[in-house]
């Protein structure tokens, strides 16, 4: 009984590979932000449109888990948008991870409720993705909230 084992083995050297392709495609271009390696965010205020530097604030730095894990949440639901882009930029974002290295990202969220936000990674500024209204929405509150006021997020936020 001579069974062939070219064809399987081809077949067992392929499936992988095409696994490997199709979920590599279910990823943005960020890959997996993890919430939990980053140790703070850094939001710049970029003056535009007459606004002065100092609105809504200078500079922000966010150390709370909730709004990490925000962040990263809509960074990881981000579409990538298709056109080239031109743009402002409302606030200069530095992601700094817990052994110290930086990525450096535009966002912009705008103050309207229920309009997408734009995050545009820092050295590739014609290429930029969308966070979605909802997420949006919950950075908006808490970016344009009152800048000493705590976040407050229910469990019912992440659903």
């Not at 070219?6 to 590979?17: A, E, N, Q």
């Amino acid at each position: 009984m001579d069974v062939e084992v070219g064809p399987i083995k081809r077949i067992l050297l392929t499936v992988p590979v095409l696994l490997a392709v199709l979920l590599s495609g279910c990823q943005n271009a960020f890959g997996f932000i993890n919430a939990r390696w980053i140790s703070e965010i850094t939001l710049d205020c970029q003056p535009a449109d007459g606004r002065a530097q100092s609105e809504p604030f200078e500079s922000r730095t966010f150390t709370d888990p909730a709004f990490i894990k925000l962040m990263a949440d809509a960074m990881n639901g981000s579409k990538r948008v298709q056109n080239d882009l031109y743009h402002g930029a409302e606030f200069k974002m530095k992601l700094t991870f817990g052994d110290g290295y930086t990525e450096d990202y535009i966002l912009n969220l705008g103050e309207a409720e229920g309009k997408q936000g734009l995050l545009v990674p820092a050295e590739n500024s014609a290429k930029g993705y969308t966070v979605s209204a909802k997420d949006a929405d919950k950075l908006r509150k808490l970016v344009y909230g009152e800048a000493g006021s705590t976040i407050q997020l229910s469990m019912w936020d992440n659903l």
